[in-house]
């Protein structure tokens, strides 16, 4: 299994970008995939999630900034990130998560996001 993320980088506060994560090895329709993200010094947490029939579900803090989508023939997740602030500066990891087995999950290696003038 392979969760490649792609897109991260240095933008100004206000700015945009989109991520980008690529599933290999698994039946990617099926999962629940996700974007989470870890600062320095501090715990992971979740960003957003879109599960196979869309629904989707934001951290309180990116409501209304970050759109997390989902393109099942590419097997690729997105999470479009706008009005973008210093504390939104982490690594961005995409996470699978099989609907019904705990167990079945997978992380992706991460992508630096870096919001500064």
């Known amino acids: 299994v392979q969760l490649q993320a792609s897109g991260g980088g240095l933008v100004q506060p206000g700015g945009s970008l989109r991520l980008s994560c690529a599933a290999s090895?698994?039946?990617?329709?099926?999962?629940?995939m996700g974007w989470y993200r870890q600062a320095p010094g501090k715990q992971r947490e979740l960003v957003a999630t879109?599960?196979?029939?869309?629904?989707?579900n934001y951290a309180d803090s990116v409501k209304g900034r970050f759109t997390i989508s989902r393109d099942n023939v590419k097997n690729t997740v997105y999470l479009q990130m706008n009005s973008l602030k210093p504390e939104d500066t982490a690594v961005y990891y995409c996470?699978?998560?099989?609907?019904?087995?705990?167990?079945?999950?997978?992380w992706g290696q991460g992508t630096q996001v870096t919001v500064s003038s």
């Open positions: 996470n699978a998560r099989h609907p019904l087995r705990d167990f079945d999950y997978y």
């Open positions: 090895g698994i039946i990617f329709s099926i999962y629940t």
């Open positions: 879109i599960t196979r029939g869309g629904s989707t």
